[in-house]
């Protein structure tokens, strides 16, 4: 028997920046799929709010316009026009407490006129500056208190600090307003089928669990690769760079969620302990161990995807001289029992020759004596990839005979891929966790502990790369797989990083 549907609990979702591209491009296609799916209730309701010149009329109106062009599937004009009526707008300053009054208003005139109960999920989409800001003004506006069983819910947009003392600075101060379980730090990375499997991949299958550990797995390879450059972001881009921008947020995830022990149950804090622990296990280098474990890159002129494409420093709002980093690469351990001597490898970075994002798990080799009659020289090793983007699935590569009277043997690829197996479901990667974030499950969503942890390991690499300026940047081709160094990070173990094409 299958469990009903369960419906995400009445309220009005109040985006703060929906005058921007996140809301137009993400968060208004997410929730009509969401419509689609029926998992959204008769009872909600849209606040936007942002210093645009737009008000409620003009704001339905850009968003029909929007729709058109960034809906990943089908919008009838039915969902559309109930949703339509459902959109509202206020303009104002996000650190101007009459803002605060507006929404304070307008929430209430839409819960009577909607019928819509006092439950309010607020999305900030707004700049890190805001975010601090924005707490304190729903606090002192009252609207962030919950009372006579309503719920009031905030969820962050990354980056969450750029340090770990601005990160642990801005969790003292949201929780001066709220809460840790109302508060719902995203990682979109999360919403994505593969990211969610992996749980349901290791806990859910008796045949990997028992293998997932020291005695059977050389080593863990975790890219997060883009074959496009920093684009109009440059300004964000070049006072933030690869490490701050995916390591400590997106990457880390990965890493936690592969590594983790078994939770007790799928509860919320249940497995965000378990991945807190997984964090607070990787060895925080020294200064003179981050010379050797993680290595960075910027990239020149180079030709990706036929075209030829222009230096990082060439590009729009970044310094004619900049030393940020477009490429990162670390060696991490994890000073645990299960992990204890396996390497986890990470690399990020942007213009590099492929784009995929990807955990890569690759097993010890077996042992050889049972070959050493035979024309087979060397044993292919057995390797796991969980792939996240573009595609989403699942691969294993293993050894077999290649028929004929002669003992050879040959890689085999087994592969999984969602669409293949369940259809394509349209998605955006934000569907998950909106929905989440409705009916309360932080499962999917970063804790204190764990973005204090992640910024813990960060901290050391940071605080070098900031005594000693690269230098030889440029020092990567756009369109290549990074720098020499990075190879170099593998090479001196013996290893070489998966070549994805």
Same mark, same amino acid.
């Given at each position: 028997?299958?469990?009903?549907?369960?419906?995400?609990?009445?309220?009005?979702?109040?985006?703060?920046?929906?005058?921007?591209?996140?809301?137009?491009?993400?968060?208004?296609?997410?929730?009509?799929?969401?419509?689609?799916?029926?998992?959204?209730?008769?009872?909600?309701?849209?606040?936007?709010?942002?210093?645009?010149?737009?008000?409620?009329?003009?704001?339905?109106?850009?968003?029909?316009?929007?729709?058109?062009?960034?809906?990943?599937?089908?919008?009838?004009?039915?969902?559309?026009?109930?949703?339509?009526?459902?959109?509202?707008?206020?303009?104002?300053?996000?650190?101007?407490?009459?803002?605060?009054?507006?929404?304070?208003?307008?929430?209430?005139?839409?819960?009577?006129?909607?019928?819509?109960?006092?439950?309010?999920?607020?999305?900030?989409?707004?700049?890190?500056?805001?975010?601090?800001?924005?707490?304190?003004?729903?606090?002192?506006?009252?609207?962030?208190?919950?009372?006579?069983?309503?719920?009031?819910?905030?969820?962050?947009?990354?980056?969450?600090?750029?340090?770990? +003392?601005? =990160? #642990? /600075? &801005?969790? @003292?101060?949201?929780?001066?307003?709220?809460? !840790?379980?109302?508060?719902?730090?995203?990682?979109?990375?999360?919403?994505?089928?593969?990211?969610?499997?992996?749980?349901?991949?290791?806990?859910?299958?008796?045949?990997?669990?028992?293998?997932?550990?020291?005695?059977?797995?050389?080593?863990?390879?975790?890219?997060?690769?883009?074959?496009?450059?920093?684009?109009?972001?440059?300004?964000?881009?070049?006072?933030?760079?690869?490490?701050?921008?995916?390591?400590?947020?997106?990457?880390?995830?990965?890493?936690?969620?592969?590594?983790?022990?078994?939770?007790?149950?799928?509860?919320?804090?249940?497995?965000?302990? +378990?991945? =807190? #622990? /997984? &964090?607070? @296990?990787?060895?925080?280098?020294?200064?003179? !161990?981050?010379?050797?474990?993680?290595?960075?890159?910027?990239?020149?002129?180079?030709?990706?995807?036929?075209?030829?494409?222009?230096?990082?420093?060439?590009?729009?709002?970044?310094?004619?001289?900049?030393?940020?980093?477009?490429?990162?690469?670390?060696?991490?351990?994890?000073?645990?029992?299960?992990?204890?001597?396996?390497?986890?490898?990470?690399?990020?970075?942007?213009?590099?020759?492929?784009?995929?994002?990807?955990?890569?798990?690759?097993?010890?080799?077996?042992?050889?004596?049972?070959?050493?009659?035979?024309?087979?020289?060397?044993?292919?090793?057995?390797?796991?990839?969980?792939?996240?983007?573009?595609?989403?699935?699942?691969?294993?590569?293993?050894?077999?005979?290649?028929?004929?009277?002669?003992?050879?043997?040959?890689?085999?690829?087994?592969?999984?891929?969602?669409?293949?197996?369940?259809?394509?479901?349209?998605?955006?990667?934000?569907?998950?966790?909106?929905?989440?974030?409705?009916?309360?499950?932080?499962?999917?969503?970063?804790?204190?502990?764990?973005?204090?942890?992640?910024?813990?390991?960060?901290?050391?690499?940071?605080?070098?790369?900031?005594?000693?300026?690269?230098?030889?940047?440029?020092?990567?081709?756009?369109?290549?797989?990074?720098?020499?160094?990075?190879?170099?990070?593998?090479?001196?173990?013996?290893?070489?990083?998966?070549?994805?094409?």
């Amino acid at each position: 028997m299958e469990t009903p549907i369960r419906k995400a609990e009445p309220c009005v979702m109040v985006i703060f920046g929906a005058g921007g591209d996140l809301t137009k491009r993400k968060l208004i296609p997410a929730l009509c799929n969401l419509i689609t799916s029926k998992l959204l209730p008769e009872q909600f309701a849209v606040i936007g709010v942002g210093n645009n010149d737009l008000n409620t009329e003009t704001f339905r109106a850009q968003l029909s316009d929007d729709i058109k062009k960034f809906a990943s599937c089908p919008v009838t004009p039915e969902l559309w026009d109930w949703f339509r009526k459902r959109l509202y707008f206020i303009r104002g300053d996000f650190d101007n407490p009459a803002t605060y009054q507006l929404l304070k208003d307008q929430t209430a005139a839409v819960q009577k006129e909607l019928n819509v109960p006092a439950n309010h999920l607020y999305y900030l989409a707004v700049a890190p500056r805001f975010f601090g800001k924005v707490v304190q003004q729903l606090g002192a506006a009252g609207l962030a208190q919950e009372e006579n069983g309503h719920w009031r819910r905030v969820v962050i947009e990354k980056p969450f600090g750029r340090d770990l +003392e601005s =990160a #642990k /600075a &801005l969790n @003292a101060e949201i929780k001066k307003v709220l809460a !840790e379980n109302q508060i719902y730090r995203i990682d979109h990375y999360l919403g994505k089928e593969t990211v969610q499997n992996i749980m349901i991949f290791r806990f859910g299958n008796g045949i990997f669990e028992p293998i997932w550990n020291r005695r059977y797995i050389d080593h863990v390879q975790i890219t997060a690769a883009e074959t496009v450059g920093v684009e109009l972001r440059g300004g964000y881009y070049d006072t933030a760079g690869a490490l701050r921008d995916m390591v400590p947020n997106h990457l880390f995830q990965l890493v936690s969620l592969t590594a983790m022990e078994p939770p007790i149950s799928f509860q919320a804090d249940a497995v965000r302990d +378990e991945q =807190a #622990k /997984a &964090l607070h @296990a990787i060895q925080v280098p020294t200064p003179e !161990e981050v010379l050797t474990i993680a290595v960075r890159g910027q990239y020149g002129e180079g030709i990706v995807d036929g075209a030829r494409v222009a230096a990082y420093r060439a590009e729009p709002n970044v310094t004619p001289d900049s030393s940020t980093e477009t490429f990162a690469g670390l060696k991490l351990k994890i000073d645990n029992w299960r992990w204890a001597d396996v390497p986890f490898y990470l690399r990020t970075g942007k213009s590099l020759a492929a784009r995929a994002t990807e955990i890569a798990i690759q097993f010890k080799r077996a042992p050889f004596q049972l070959f050493r009659d035979t024309p087979v020289e060397a044993l292919e090793t057995n390797r796991l990839v969980l792939h996240i983007q573009p595609e989403e699935g699942l691969s294993l590569r293993f050894g077999a005979k290649v028929p004929g009277p002669i003992m050879h043997m040959g890689p085999v690829e087994m592969k999984f891929n969602y669409v293949d197996y369940f259809g394509r479901t349209p998605s955006t990667g934000y569907e998950r966790l909106i929905y989440d974030g409705m009916i309360g499950d932080a499962t999917l969503f970063q804790r204190a502990d764990m973005v204090e942890a992640g910024w813990s390991v960060i901290n050391p690499i940071l605080d070098v790369w900031k005594a000693l300026p690269p230098r030889a940047f440029p020092n990567y081709a756009a369109g290549s797989w990074g720098p020499k160094e990075a190879d170099d990070l593998l090479a001196r173990d013996g290893r070489h990083w998966r070549v994805i094409t």
